[in-house]
């Protein structure tokens, strides 16, 4: 018989802001709402029990731009994060990130052929309020697990639209590849960074760096 471990997560998020051009820095609490980590290959959907490998990423809101074809790997652990990520301390700018998704799969490909065993999935809110159109460009990102070690996930920028139009909002998402991921629900931290730019007289108002550290923590 299948069975099915759901484990509520409790999510602390500090995301500290380096400011370009002037090294300061400001710190921004968030907390992470609600998350669940499907560790089995049965989870429930709309009240019924149904087998995760057989769930298929392309109707994965999450994942599905990235799953193109034939290209739909079996998932074998899923862990989701709601955040309440909110930044506004770029001037005309307001960052959100809303939810992380990670999944350990069996294989994924991408376009040169590389292979895949996980995939994460940040969805994002960004709000320029501003008279110049504004370029933020995401680095590769880390995950961090308890024993310490440091797993890099390339950062799919096909997928990603660096331009963000002045007056304007944009909601989508942000994609990374982990070569090997087996432990994704051993995840104690992610760390990564933007960086920014656009126009401007003041380098303060040029550039802008996010360097981002989430820490995540299971509820005992």
Not at 146 to 170: L, P, S
Request: charged share 40%; aromatic share 8%.
């Amino acid at each position: 018989m299948k069975k099915t471990a759901l484990l509520s997560i409790t999510v602390g998020a500090t995301l500290l802001l380096l400011l370009g051009g002037c090294g300061s820095k400001e710190e921004v609490k968030g907390t992470v709402e609600a998350g669940t980590v499907s560790s089995t290959t049965e989870k429930l959907k709309d009240g019924e029990k149904v087998d995760v490998e057989s769930v298929s990423l392309k109707d994965d809101g999450s994942f599905k731009e990235i799953i193109k074809g034939d290209n739909d790997p079996k998932v074998k652990l899923e862990a989701k994060y709601d955040t309440d990520w909110q930044d506004k301390s770029w001037e005309n700018v307001d960052f959100k990130i809303d939810k992380v998704k990670i999944v350990e799969v069996d294989k994924y490909k991408d376009k040169e052929n590389n292979e895949y065993k996980g995939l994460m999935s940040m969805d994002f809110t960004l709000k320029n309020d501003g008279k110049e159109d504004v370029s933020i460009h995401p680095s590769d990102a880390v995950l961090v697990l308890k024993d310490g070690t440091e797993i890099t996930g390339k950062h799919f920028r096909d997928y990603w639209e660096d331009v963000f139009a002045k007056d304007k909002q944009k909601d989508g998402h942000v994609y990374f590849a982990f070569d090997k991921l087996d432990q994704a629900d051993q995840v104690k931290e992610i760390k990564l960074t933007f960086d920014g730019h656009k126009k401007g007289d003041d380098s303060d108002k040029v550039e802008h760096t996010y360097d981002v550290k989430l820490p995540l923590e299971l509820q005992k």
